[in-house]
């Protein structure tokens, strides 16, 4: 038949996060105990790049091998919906199409695009819980964007990454990050081919700690320069992280 | 000590509506709870109008009468807040402020904005599972915005109120509606002083109508003229509606 790939949306509010855990539910094992039902058979699925728990997409994207359908490629997310909604799933298919073999979610990835949303207002809101990061100090966003230059081009983040990460190199390559201000609500968009673990979420933290005037763009310059991680800013909270778009 | 407002947002979804009822929690009932338990004593609260059970708001006004008060009462809002999430609570007060004793919430109202959101695409979405209407045929906005016009002005909106509505005239002057559509999401904002049971749902239910090709302004326009309500297209669902403000 051949291979196939899912474009994913998810709350991930509800999960451990993408990757099979022990300890809850996590997004992969959900559709692969779908896929099994589906098909009969053990499918195993590979993702552009796990999400943690607590974080959400758009437009995860995800691929898998497929040696004979029943049903039409294009209608495996309606069954997919079908069976993840009957087992309370918070995941939506929303497009799965055959690709080349020669396609893979992971190693084909061009363009990865993260969304980071903060509430940025003195109360917290119900109606956006678990869906942003509530600030309650009031943040700059043109010195946020200012300092967020600093870390364009390609680079050694290895003071924006998490302590576990096992990526071999910390040089990445960031190719912008655009700070949209409408009202209480700040949008953050993050764009990069790969990203260590982490990375976005410690980036959102230290241009936090320029928006709220702590900081400057030099500082952000040392820390990067610094390669310390214990120099950065706090991880922001997964709940306001979403992984918007990936582009092949 | 004198009159209060508060500006007040809540998710809907949790309620049978502002009003207190037997069947359910109601926003009302549970704002004055949190009242009498901060200032011992019975305090009834007047609101701009009320919202329907699964209506949300991100600015609803309502106002009381404080004999005394042990607390500034700019921070009534917090010492609420509090005790309203202590009681799980999906609400929350945006602000408290001192106000003339000839402020009246419902009264004094100089215009009104609703906020109505599709998801219009094939999909539903978990991400804003009871904050949008999840309508999956396509719908043309520009269809929608041009029979809108029909609608604007004072007229009598008989064939767009609930048979239920209690109001002793059906006439109303509407301001505006304005579309937007941003890829899958649409907003409807509708401007008013003051509106009929049901009409902003109706209103939405039949210009949906319109947006799928089955009707036409001509058609929106035989609606308004017949006063029938049977002839106007359903109540859009209360989850995508929002009363996003109220100015005095």
Redesign the interface.
């Known amino acids: 038949m051949g291979r196939i790939k899912l474009t994913i949306?998810?709350?991930g509010s509800e999960y451990v996060g993408w990757q099979k855990q022990q300890n809850g539910r996590s997004i992969q094992e959900e559709i692969e105990i779908c896929l099994e039902k589906l098909f009969n058979s053990k499918i195993k699925i590979y993702v552009s790049g796990r999400t943690d728990a607590g974080v959400?997409a758009?437009g995860q994207i995800a691929h898998f091998d497929l040696k004979k359908s029943h049903i039409e490629t294009k209608k495996i997310?309606n069954a997919l919906?079908y069976l993840l909604k009957k087992s309370k799933n918070?995941?939506?298919?929303?497009k799965s199409e055959k690709v080349s073999g020669i396609f893979h979610s992971r190693f084909s990835v061009k363009k990865k695009i993260y969304l980071y949303k903060i509430l940025n207002?003195s109360?917290?809101?119900?109606?956006l819980?678990n869906?942003v990061w509530h600030f309650p100090r009031s943040l700059n966003t043109g010195k946020m964007q200012e300092a967020s230059h600093v870390l364009i081009g390609k680079k050694d983040f290895n003071a924006f990454r998490s302590i576990n990460c096992q990526a071999k190199t910390s040089i990445r390559s960031l190719e912008a990050i655009k700070i949209k201000k409408n009202k209480d609500n700040i949008e953050i968009r993050v764009f990069g081919k790969s990203f260590l673990h982490n990375q976005v979420r410690i980036m959102i933290g230290t241009l936090v700690n320029v928006g709220i005037g702590k900081w400057d763009d030099k500082k952000v310059f040392e820390i990067l320069k610094s390669k310390d991680r214990t120099k950065a800013g706090p991880t922001a909270p997964s709940c306001g992280l979403y992984l918007e778009k990936v582009t092949y």
Chains 1, 2 share one sequence.
């Open positions: 949306e998810y709350d959400h758009f997310s919906n918070k995941i939506i298919i929303l207002r109360t917290p809101s119900f109606i819980e869906r």
